[in-house]
């Protein structure tokens, strides 16, 4: 498909590409690897659940509006945005792209420091959430390499 439209093609996938990446890390990112982070801050009474989902879902609101106005008062568009194979290619590589990058260590560490100074306005103990950090740590150390006394 991307090879029918020739060289457009090689404007539209970078472009589809850098779409796929920012709405992806918009929406998606923050719930991948900030749901289960804030999950456990609530449970342990640390943080107000509300405030920490609002800004995904703001997100998912905000671009279900425009892409349905836009479907409804520009359907010709519409329909070539959903052929345009190049575009399309491009949107799934900056999804696959953002979603690979979950399984990195750096970028899981990275996420969970932005995620805690941003919402550490939301918390309500302070510094509870590098207390959970510590004893999640040393418990799973404990896990790996568990002691035999008597040994």
């Known amino acids: 498909m991307a090879m029918a439209q ?4 090689l404007l ?9 990446l920012f709405v992806t890390a918009r929406i998606a990112f ?13 449970s342990s009474g ?5 405030r920490l989902l609002r800004t995904p879902v703001l997100w998912i609101i905000q671009l279900s509006v425009i892409l349905c106005l ?8 519409t329909a070539w945005f959903e052929t345009n194979g190049a575009l399309s290619g491009g949107l799934w590589l900056g999804v696959a792209a953002i979603l690979l ?4 260590t750096k970028s899981r560490a990275d996420f969970r420091a932005d995620f805690d ?12 959430s590098n207390e959970l950090y ?3 740590k040393r418990k799973r150390g404990a896990q790996l390499f568990p002691t035999r006394k008597g040994f």
Not at 101 to 104: G, N, Q, W
């Open 30 to 42: 923050p719930i991948l690897l900030g749901l289960p982070h804030a999950i456990h801050l609530v």
């Open 134 to 136: 510590e004893r999640r």
């Open 117 to 128: 100074q941003t919402y550490r306005q939301f918390y309500v103990r302070r510094n509870v």
């Open 6 to 9: 020739g060289w457009f093609a």
């Open 101 to 104: 990058s979950a399984l990195s």
């Open 12 to 20: 539209w996938v970078p472009l589809g590409f850098m779409i796929g």
């Open 46 to 50: 640390a943080a107000v659940y509300w």
């Open 70 to 77: 836009v479907k409804f008062f520009w359907p010709l568009a």
